[in-house]
């Protein structure tokens, strides 16, 4: 009977067995650096947490100063340390990913890891999402890298997916938000679809990871506690929503842009002027909000003042707190800080939600700030599911999922071309 076997039966069975093998293999490799990255991040955390949470228990002038001080230390650390090492994380993902040749050496992670902790500990205006990604992305990348041949399969991209999923998944205790991220962002209007399983599977074990040494209470849970079904007349809304957070988006992006090439002035000069602008920033948020609302990566301005007002901001003055946090994202990337911008982004969104809330449905902030998030975020970084399943998975409420998809939709359209990062790519073009 086996003589009777066709022959492409045996190689097609053959064929299929190295595939099982493959894939296993994978999973495994996958959960191995999720669990890596998890612990990383978590370490990571900790100590930014500690060092902030000392800034804001600071004597006033203290705290006025402090970013100005991180921003010092990270300049030094990525000169002096890093070898000349940009202040470059998630960007570093992308290059890696369409690029086989380009690699994300150990002495940049440790320069840009530590220039993080210096940066966001002091209190600047980025988030601590950024460097997550870029280290669970090298953790995987260098991992990849150091497997005998036959373990490394015929994509190299296929850990560093993974470590970056892992990463984003641990960070924001959204293990669907990670894996989605992770494959959308390298591309505008597409995703990574070979990379699905190592993704899904690190994100699960990074975010297992993470959890166990922490918490699973989802970041922006507070405050969304008044949060209904929505009603058609939303829809609506949404639709607003989105092309306000795009416009928004497109000139953040720009101020964002900009601030990455200031960066690259004379060390001096870009240090004074970015300190000087920190230290009014922060005292100019505290004399509109009573909140030194300028500092840290932005969750503040939820819990802390955006969602304790039910009952109505000024215009004026969310303008007001929306122009603070975006300056002060972007005098932190012009000295050189390092951190990510998709909280600032959230942050960004969240504003310009409310802010239209109080025009046309003052009744309802609580749902058109987490539309907002959705659509700036969707539209400053193009990944319009990831943005969505952030906001379902942090807060905790999914049912607002519908007319956020319509200003998530929204927002990609008015958009355009514009991306808050240079190194994303058509589909079709690796």
């Not at 980025?126 to 090298?138: K, Q, R, T, V």
């Not at 948020?285 to 990566?297: C, D, E, I, K, N």
Request: charged share 15%; proline share 5%; aromatic share 8%.
């Amino acid at each position: 009977m086996r003589a009777m076997r066709p022959e492409s039966f045996e190689v097609r069975r053959d064929e299929l067995r190295q595939l099982v093998r493959r894939s296993r293999e994978v999973v495994l490799l996958a959960a191995i650096t999720g669990i890596i990255t998890g612990l990383a991040v978590r370490g990571f955390e900790l100590l930014v947490d500690e060092a902030f949470h000392a800034v804001l228990e600071a004597p006033l002038w203290l705290a006025a100063i402090s970013p100005a001080i991180g921003l010092i230390a990270s300049a030094l650390i990525l000169r002096y340390v890093g070898g000349g090492a940009s202040s470059s994380t998630s960007d570093e993902y992308l290059r890696a990913f369409h690029d086989p040749a380009f690699r994300m050496r150990p002495r940049y992670l440790g320069a840009r890891i530590a220039a993080a902790v210096a940066t966001l500990g002091s209190g600047g205006a980025l988030g601590l999402e950024g460097p997550s990604l870029y280290g669970g992305s090298a953790i995987g990348d260098m991992l990849q890298r150091r497997l005998p041949r036959p373990f490394r399969g015929s994509d190299h991209r296929t850990l560093l997916v993974a470590g970056a999923a892992a990463g984003v998944a641990a960070i924001f205790k959204a293990p669907a938000t990670g894996a989605i991220f992770a494959l959308e962002v390298p591309y505008r209007d597409d995703m990574a679809r070979r990379m699905l399983l190592p993704a899904l599977v690190a994100a699960a074990t990074g975010y297992l990871t993470f959890v166990t040494l922490a918490d699973t209470t989802p970041l922006l849970s507070f405050g969304t506690s008044t949060l209904g079904n929505f009603e058609l007349i939303d829809l609506l809304g949404a639709l607003l929503v989105g092309a306000a957070c795009a416009i928004g988006a497109r000139a953040f992006s720009k101020m964002m842009r900009i601030a990455k090439g200031f960066s690259l002035r004379a060390m001096p000069l870009r240090l004074v002027l970015s300190s000087a602008s920190l230290v009014g920033l922060f005292f100019l948020s505290r004399a509109l909000t009573g909140l030194p609302l300028s500092l840290g990566a932005g969750y503040e301005v939820f819990r802390d003042w955006l969602f304790l007002e039910p009952d109505g901001l000024a215009l004026w003055l969310i303008a007001a707190v929306f122009v603070i946090r975006c300056l002060a994202s972007a005098m932190t990337t012009a000295g050189s800080g390092v951190g990510g911008v998709f909280i600032p982004l959230v942050v960004g969104g969240g504003l310009t939600g409310r802010f239209i809330a109080e025009v046309i449905h003052p009744d309802r902030t609580s749902l058109y700030t987490l539309l907002g998030i959705a659509a700036f975020l969707g539209a400053g970084y193009r990944v319009p599911l990831a943005a969505v399943m952030f906001v379902a998975e942090t807060t905790g409420k999914p049912n607002f999922v519908v007319p956020a998809l319509f200003a998530a939709v929204a927002a990609e359209l008015v958009m355009g071309d514009q991306s808050i990062t240079a190194f994303q790519r058509r589909p079709g073009t690796d």
